[in-house]
């Protein structure tokens, strides 16, 4: 078992966000956290990655409690693509998706050429290469987003967590990045993902996490555990859960 998440919770001021949050995530695992606005996902990706203590519980990684490990050894483990990252020093995008290797860098004044072909095969499989000089402080929203996903690639752990990671790609771009995860999955790495597209779930994931209401009420495959009625009770009466050309999908309801 790769990740374990025992009976977490966690609350900012006297606000809880989530209660006994439990689940495992094997090797080779591609698993999504569905959740409407504000149910806490990017919370539990923080507390994950130890930039948020949660007040209860426990995280193990590999079998081991992960406060016992040092940062950096998580950071050859463990690889975070956040929602955004504000970032106003103009660092070229090569030099962003290099950033990613840090942790495996031994010698900073004199980084080996293998560095800098991982840091050239991410730019290369999200398609980056022709915006590598550019400084990322002058990337669209959408493209900042690709220049991240390329830096957690880089970084080549055996767990991956991207919260939202396709929110503002264009069509082509999201089966890219959906392409690349499952990639990942097919190699043995782990994937925890945050999404919110319900389609993408029941494409492309064999594991869904489901949050609401401060709590885990599912976890499954996508197919079993995203009923109409888990579906309704977390989006609303407008979704309906239909089978076209084989392929379950959520749609907007009919008037
Ligand atoms: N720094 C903070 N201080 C206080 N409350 C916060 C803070 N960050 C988030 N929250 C609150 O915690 C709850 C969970 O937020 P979180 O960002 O984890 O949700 P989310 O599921 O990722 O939402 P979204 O889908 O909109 O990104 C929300 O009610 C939010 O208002």
Same mark, same amino acid.
Request: proline residues 4%; charged residues 20%.
């Given at each position: 078992?790769?990740?374990?998440?025992?009976?977490?919770?966690?609350?900012?001021?006297? *606000?809880?966000?989530?209660?006994?949050?439990?689940? @495992?995530?094997?090797?080779?695992?591609?698993?999504?956290?569905?959740?409407?606005?504000?149910?806490?996902?990017?919370?539990?990706? &923080?507390?994950? +990655?130890?930039?948020?203590? !949660?007040?209860?519980?426990?995280?193990?990684? #590999?079998?081991? #409690?992960?406060?016992?490990?040092?940062?950096?050894?998580?950071? &050859?483990?463990?690889?975070?693509?956040?929602?955004?990252?504000?970032?106003?020093?103009?660092?070229?995008?090569? #030099? +962003?998706?290099?950033?990613?290797? @840090?942790?495996?860098?031994?010698?900073?004044?004199?980084?080996?050429?293998?560095?800098?072909?991982?840091?050239?095969?991410?730019?290369?499989?999200?398609?980056?290469?022709?915006?590598?000089?550019?400084?990322?402080?002058?990337?669209?929203?959408?493209?900042?987003?690709?220049?991240?996903?390329?830096?957690?690639? !880089? *970084?080549?752990? @055996?767990?991956?967590?991207?919260?939202? $990671?396709?929110?503002?790609?264009?069509?082509?771009?999201?089966?890219?990045?959906?392409?690349?995860?499952?990639?990942?999955?097919?190699?043995?790495?782990?994937?925890?993902?945050?999404?919110?597209?319900?389609?993408?779930?029941?494409?492309?994931?064999?594991?869904?996490?489901?949050?609401?209401?401060?709590?885990?009420?599912?976890?499954?495959? $996508?197919?079993?555990?995203?009923? #109409?009625?888990?579906?309704?009770?977390?989006?609303? $009466? +407008?979704? @309906?859960?239909?089978?076209?050309?084989?392929?379950? +999908?959520?749609?907007?309801?009919?008037?």
């Amino acid at each position: 078992m790769l990740l374990k998440v025992d009976q977490l919770g966690f609350q900012y001021d006297s *606000q809880p966000v989530f209660q006994d949050v439990s689940f @495992t995530l094997n090797e080779g695992e591609l698993c999504a956290i569905l959740g409407i606005n504000g149910s806490g996902k990017s919370t539990l990706f &923080k507390c994950i +990655m130890g930039f948020l203590h !949660a007040k209860s519980g426990s995280i193990s990684f #590999e079998g081991k #409690e992960k406060n016992l490990y040092k940062i950096s050894e998580i950071a &050859k483990k463990i690889a975070y693509v956040p929602q955004d990252h504000p970032i106003t020093f103009p660092y070229l995008v090569r #030099e +962003m998706v290099l950033m990613g290797r @840090t942790v495996h860098i031994s010698n900073y004044f004199k980084i080996s050429d293998d560095h800098y072909l991982k840091a050239e095969e991410a730019l290369q499989a999200l398609s980056l290469e022709g915006l590598a000089d550019k400084p990322f402080n002058q990337l669209s929203g959408g493209q900042r987003q690709m220049v991240l996903i390329a830096r957690a690639l !880089a *970084q080549q752990t @055996t767990l991956m967590l991207l919260d939202e $990671p396709t929110s503002s790609l264009d069509f082509k771009n999201q089966l890219l990045i959906w392409h690349i995860l499952l990639q990942l999955k097919k190699e043995g790495k782990s994937v925890l993902v945050c999404t919110h597209d319900p389609n993408h779930v029941l494409w492309f994931c064999d594991r869904v996490l489901i949050l609401d209401n401060k709590r885990l009420i599912a976890d499954g495959p $996508p197919k079993e555990v995203m009923t #109409e009625q888990v579906l309704q009770q977390i989006y609303g $009466p +407008m979704c @309906t859960l239909e089978t076209i050309a084989e392929k379950k +999908m959520v749609l907007p309801r009919k008037n």
